[in-house]
């Protein structure tokens, strides 16, 4: 199993940046796919970014396709999400999500494949 604890959410104005960290705890982080996911108020959560176990496969919503970079640390059991150029359609709940998924799996970037969730980070963006 892994834990995972978000961090680095706030309220910027639109066009700021802002960087999103995933702290997971338990064991074999590096065999375990990653992505970043956004639910808006009344909206269903959405896949924002998936990265595979080892980094070499990045997958990315057509909507922070050229503004948002996800990455992973797995020396230290981290994940980041790098927001940029951030809109006011950005402000969500986002969530970071685990699980031991094929390249076929993840690249749907869909909510109800991940069973690991952290608990979010808000992100604010205003005119």
């Known amino acids: 199993q892994v834990q995972l604890v978000e961090s680095g959410g706030g309220s910027v104005q639109a066009g700021g940046s802002l960087r999103l960290s995933c702290a997971a705890s338990?064991?074999?982080?590096?065999?375990?796919?990653m992505g970043w996911f956004r639910q808006a108020p009344g909206k269903e959560r959405e896949g924002v970014q998936c990265?595979?176990?080892?980094?070499?496969?990045?997958y990315t919503a057509d909507s922070v396709m050229g503004r948002f970079t996800i990455s992973r640390d797995n020396a230290k059991n981290t994940l980041y999400l790098q927001m940029n150029s951030l809109k006011p359609e950005d402000t969500a709940m986002y969530y970071c999500?685990?699980?031991?998924?094929?390249?076929?799996?993840?690249?749907?970037?869909?909510?109800?494949?991940?069973?690991?969730w952290g608990q979010g980070t808000q992100v604010t963006v205003s005119i």
């Open positions: 999500a685990a699980d031991l998924l094929g390249r076929q799996i993840i690249a749907r970037m869909s909510p109800t494949d991940f069973g690991y």
């Open positions: 990265i595979s176990s080892s980094g070499g496969s990045v």
């Open positions: 338990g064991h074999s982080f590096d065999s375990y796919c």
